[in-house]
């Protein structure tokens, strides 16, 4: 698992919110191709680049925002919402195509769990996952079914606060 440790700016995205259960993970997928659909109107950063922004607050599923990078004073689109995520630092992690998701994943946890490192979650809220936020970024070239792309844990060190 090729891995490094990266520091991103703060930034805003807007998008698409989901919040369900992981039953209806099938309904997610159309919201992200959707999402993909609709980047005419928004005046992405990185038009090929779509985020996938996902929160574990939920015990039976999580909360996602499929988005993409927009400037602070972008207006935001009748129906989408908008995000802001501060300066954080990333385990960054590239999933390969034909690699299971699941065992990316299940790698990334076993590695937190043996470093200096550990997720890092959002003062005053519930988490209900060991990896509490998961931020996702896919290349526009990726296939739906079998994708590559880009996985950042935020994380902290085990002697900080969040």
């Known amino acids: 698992m090729n891995k490094e440790i990266v520091t991103l700016p703060a930034y805003r995205a807007i998008g698409l919110k989901w919040d369900g259960p992981y039953e209806e993970v ?14 005419d109107e928004v005046d992405a950063i990185e038009p090929d680049i779509q985020l996938g922004l996902s929160y574990h607050l939920r015990p039976d599923g999580f909360v996602h925002y499929s988005s993409y990078e927009v400037d602070e004073d972008h207006p935001i689109p009748e129906g989408m919402v908008d995000i802001k995520i501060p300066e954080l630092t990333y385990l960054k992690v590239h999933h390969r195509k034909n690699q299971n998701i699941g065992e990316t994943y299940d790698k990334i946890y076993q ?52």
């Open 26 to 39: 099938p309904e997610l997928k159309k919201i992200i191709d959707r999402m993909s659909q609709k980047i």
């Open 111 to 162: 590695w937190i769990m043996e470093c200096d490192y550990k997720p890092y979650e959002e003062a005053g809220k519930t988490y209900y996952d060991p990896l509490p936020i998961k931020h996702e970024r896919y290349p526009e070239e990726r296939e739906f079914d079998n994708p590559h792309f880009d996985i950042l844990i935020p994380i902290i060190k085990k002697d900080q606060q969040s």
